[in-house]
C-alpha cells in the first residue's frame, strides 16, 4: 500500500536529512555545537576542525550532488527508453568514459588536465551510440539493448586493461579513479564540478514535458509537434554531460542510476516529473548511505574502502532482484546463428588438429625480434619459457569451449558460455578477493578457491534461473550483475596502488605469460582428463538436448548428471582461470564454430568446438606476444576483441531478422 503523497513526502525528506546528519558524525566526532558554529561560519582552530571542514563537508556535498545526478540520468534514461534496466552502466557509457579517460592521460596528458570531462563524454557517447546501433532503435525497450551494453563493456574494459598494461607508468593517476572514491581534500573539486552540473537544470525544466509527450509514441508525440529524435539526442546528451562531468569528478559508481528510478516508481512516482524529481531525492540518499557503509567498512577493516565498490556489492543483487520483477516472457533474445553445414565433414577434425599442430610448432619456433620474425629451433632457455605458455594456451582454449558447449546444451540457450553467465566471473571473484581481503596470492590460491566460486555462481544461477526455464534474459543479467561486482573489486585492488595492483590487472587480462612448467602441465592433465569424461558421457548431454522429461523417460537421472555435469564446467572455469586469469567468450564462440562446420550431435560438437577453442587460444597468444614486439598483448585481450565482436555480429544478425 503506498502512502498519502504529503507523508510520503515528508518521509523523504526526513530520511534525507538523517541520513545526510548520519554522514557527518562518522568523522573525529565533534559536539555538534562546534559542528554548527562551522557550519555558520566560524574559522577553524584544531586539525577535528579542518577535517570536518575540508573533508567531511565537501565529501557530503560531493554524494549529493553526484547521486542526485545519476538519479536524474538514471530516470531520464529508463523513460526515453521504457526500459527499467538502463543506466549509465548497463549502456556501457561508464566504460566509455573509462576508456576515453585512459586514453587521454596516457597519450594526450596535456589536454587530460583541462578537459577530463569532455575526455570523459565523448567516450560515454561513442559507447552508447555504438549500444543503440547494435541492438536498433526498435529494440531500446528490451534486453538486446543491455546485452549490447554488456558486450561494449567487456570489449572496452579488455582494451582499457590492454592500454594500462602497455603504459602503466602513465596510468596510474587513473586507478583510484576507476574505483569511484568520494573523499575530498578540500572544496576544489567541489567548485570544478557545480558549474557543469549546472544543463542539469535544462533537464529538469525541459524533461518532464517532453518525457510526456514520448508516453504516448512517435506517432502521439508528432501530432502534438514534438519531434522526436531530435529530442531524443538533446536529452541523452545533456545527460551524458552531466554523468561524464560526475564520475570524472569522483569515479565510476554504479547502480545508483539504474536503482533510485525503479524506487521512485515502486514508492509511487507515477509522472514523468516526479519520477526524476525522486529519482535525484533517492540517488542522494542512496549515495550517502553507500557513502556511510563505505566509512563504517574502513573503520572495520582498517584498508580505505571506495564508495564506488560498495555500490557494487548492494547493487549487484539489487539488479538480479528488479530485473526478475522487470522481465517480461517477450523480453528474449533473438539469435540468428551464421549458416552452417548440413553435416560434419571427415576432412574437418584432421584440418583443426593438423592447424593446431601447426600453431604449436610456429609458437615453439617463431618469434619476433628487434630485425623481425626470426625462426630457430629454440635452445633449452628458449624452450622452457616456450612450452608452457603454448600448453595452457591449448588446454585453456579446449577447457573453456567443452564447459560453454555443455552449457549450451545443457540449459537450452545459445548465449550461454562460462564468462557472459558469470561461471569464470565467480572464480575470479573468489580469487581477487583472497588476493584483496586475505593476501594471498593471487597465482598460489588454488584451484579450490577458484573452483568454490564459480560453484556459487553456478547455484545462484540454478536457483534464479529456475523460474523463467534458464531463459537467455534473467540469465544473462544475472552475468552482468556479478561481473560488475568484479570490476568493482578489481578497481578496489588497484585504487590501493601497490606493485599487487598490477600483478592482479596482469592477471586480469589472461595472460599465459607467468605460467610456470608445472602450473601448465596441471592444467593440461587436468583439463584432458575431464574432457574425456565429457566425451565418454556424452549420450547424457544428448538425451537431455532432447528434452529432461524424454531423458528420464530412458532412464537417465537427470538431476543428478546435470549436477555432475555443472560441477565439471566449474572446474574447467576454475583450473583456466586459476593458471592464466579470466578469459572470455572461448565459451561461446567455439560451439558455434562446430555447429557451423557441421558438428551438430553432441559428442562431434564438443570434439569440433574444443579443438577449434585450443587454436583460437594458440593464435591469440601467438599474436599477443608478437604483434607489438617488445610489447605483448594478453592472449585474454586478443580473444575479447575477437570474440566480443563475434558477439556484436550475432546480435546485429538478430535484430534484422
Known amino acids: ?59 557530503l556535498v560531493m554524494a549529493i550532488m553526484v547521486g542526485a545526478m545519476l538519479g536524474l540520468v538514471g530516470s531520464l534514461m529508463q523513460q526515453l527508453t521504457q526500459n527499467s534496466l538502463t543506466s549509465p552502466l548497463t549502456l556501457g557509457t561508464s566504460s566509455g568514459a573509462w576508456l576515453a579517460l585512459i586514453i587521454a592521460n596516457v597519450w594526450f596528458p596535456a589536454l587530460a588536465a583541462d578537459h577530463m570531462a569532455l575526455a570523459a563524454m565523448v567516450g560515454a557517447m561513442f559507447a552508447m551510440g555504438l549500444v543503440i546501433t547494435i541492438a536498433g532503435p526498435k529494440n531500446i525497450t528490451g534486453l538486446p539493448l543491455i546485452l549490447s551494453g554488456m558486450v561494449v563493456n567487456i570489449l572496452f574494459g579488455a582494451i582499457a586493461t590492454s592500454i594500462i598494461l602497455l603504459n602503466d607508468q602513465y596510468a596510474k593517476n587513473v586507478f583510484i579513479w576507476g574505483a569511484g572514491d568520494l573523499a575530498q581534500n578540500g572544496w576544489d573539486m567541489v567548485h570544478w564540478l557545480l558549474p557543469r552540473l549546472s544543463v542539469a537544470i535544462v533537464l529538469i525544466v525541459i524533461a518532464p514535458k517532453i518525457l510526456s509527450l514520448m508516453r504516448l509514441g512517435h506517432q502521439g508525440a508528432a501530432a502534438r509537434g514534438l519531434n522526436v529524435i531530435p529530442y531524443f539526442i538533446v536529452l541523452i546528451g545533456l545527460g551524458l554531460w552531466v554523468v561524464s562531468a560526475s564520475i570524472t569528478a569522483v569515479g565510476v559508481i554504479s547502480f545508483i542510476g539504474l536503482l533510485s528510478p525503479n524506487i521512485a516508481r515502486a514508492i509511487g512516482a507515477r509522472t514523468p516529473k516526479a519520477e526524476l524529481y525522486t529519482s535525484m531525492i533517492i540517488g542522494s540518499m542512496a549515495l550517502m548511505l553507500t557513502d556511510i557503509l563505505a566509512l563504517l567498512l574502513s573503520q572495520f577493516t582498517l584498508e580505505m574502502i571506495p564508495s564506488g565498490t560498495t555500490a557494487a556489492a548492494i547493487g549487484a543483487p539489487a539488479l538480479v532482484w528488479f530485473s526478475r520483477r522487470a522481465l517480461k516472457a517477450q523480453d528474449q533474445i533473438s539469435i540468428k546463428l551464421p ?65 560453454g558447449t555443455v552449457l549450451q546444451r545443457l540449459i537450452y540457450n545459445p548465449l550461454a558460455s562460462p564468462d557472459i553467465l558469470g561461471i569464470s566471473a565467480g572464480a575470479t571473484f573468489a580469487l581477487v578477493g583472497a588476493s584483496v581481503f586475505f593476501g594471498a596470492n593471487i597465482f598460489a590460491s588454488g584451484s579450490l578457491v577458484a573452483f568454490a566460486g564459480s560453484i556459487l555462481v553456478l547455484v545462484v544461477l540454478l536457483l534464479l534461473g529456475r523460474k523463467n526455464q534458464f531463459a537467455p ?108 586469469g579470466p578469459v572470455a567468450f572461448v565459451g561461446l564462440l567455439a560451439p558455434h564454430m562446430a555447429v557451423m562446420l557441421g558438428a551438430k550431435q553432441t559428442r562431434a560438437q564438443l570434439i569440433v568446438a574444443s579443438l577449434a577453442g585450443g587454436l583460437l587460444m594458440l593464435m591469440a597468444d601467438w ?35
Open 339 to 403: 549458416p552452417s553445414k548440413s553435416q560434419l565433414s571427415t576432412w574437418t577434425i584432421p584440418i583443426l588438429i593438423s592447424a593446431i599442430l601447426s600453431m604449436v610448432f610456429i609458437s615453439a619456433t617463431i618469434a619476433m625480434t628487434s630485425n623481425g620474425l626470426h625462426w630457430a629451433i629454440p635452445d633449452g632457455f628458449n624452450w622452457n619459457l616456450r612450452w608452457p605458455r603454448f600448453v595452457t594456451a591449448l588446454a585453456a582454449g579446449v577447457a573453456l569451449a567443452a564447459a
Open 1 to 59: 500500500m503506498l502512502l498519502p503523497r504529503p507523508i510520503l513526502c515528508f518521509t523523504i525528506a526526513i530520511s534525507f536529512l538523517l541520513i545526510a546528519f548520519t554522514t557527518l558524525q562518522l568523522g573525529d566526532g565533534l559536539p555538534l555545537s562546534q559542528q554548527w558554529h562551522l557550519l555558520q561560519g566560524v574559522q577553524p582552530q584544531e586539525f577535528a576542525d579542518f577535517n570536518f571542514v575540508y573533508a567531511q563537508l565537501p565529501r
Open 473 to 580: 534474459s534473467s540469465m544473462v543479467l544475472i552475468g552482468i550483475a556479478i561481473t560488475a561486482l568484479i570490476e568493482s573489486l578489481v578497481q578496489f585492488a588497484l585504487a590501493k596502488g601497490t606493485q599487487d595492483s598490477y600483478t592482479i590487472i596482469n592477471w586480469m587480462a589472461g595472460s599465459t605469460y607467468r605460467v610456470t612448467g608445472s602450473g601448465a602441465l596441471t592444467l593440461g592433465i587436468s583439463v584432458a582428463v575431464i574432457f574425456i569424461g565429457l566425451v565418454s558421457v556424452s549420450r547424457w548431454l544428448t538425451l537431455i538436448s532432447a528434452g529432461r522429461q524424454f531423458a528420464a523417460a530412458r532412464g537417465l537421472n537427470v538431476q543428478a548428471t546435470s549436477v555432475i555435469l555443472l560441477c565439471s564446467v566449474a572446474l574447467l572455469c576454475a583450473l583456466v582461470t586459476t593458471t592464466m
Open 623 to 657: 599474436i599477443g606476444q608478437t604483434i607489438l614486439f617488445p610489447m605483448q598483448i594478453a592472449a585474454g585481450t586478443v580473444v575479447s576483441v575477437v570474440g566480443g565482436s563475434y558477439f556484436l555480429v550475432l546480435l546485429i544478425r538478430g535484430q534484422k531478422n
